[in-house]
């Protein structure tokens, strides 16, 4: 990560003051925990009252 904050610290509060964090997201290393090849997608028909809801 190129050196622009201080600390993990001064990183969260970044983010809870809702500063873009892309430039701080190093593509190559970047990890989704639970993403791995045991996924398996599913497809789920919902009415369309419930979908809605979502809305």
Known sequence: MTEKTSSEYELDRMFD?????TP????ETA???GLDENLKRVNVNFPVWMVDELD
Do not use: S
């Not at 003051?17 to 964090?21: E, Q, S």
């Not at 701080?24 to 593509?27: G, N, P």
């Open 24 to 27: 701080y997201i190093e593509d």
């Open 17 to 21: 003051d809702g500063v873009d964090m």
């Open 31 to 33: 990890k989704f925990p």
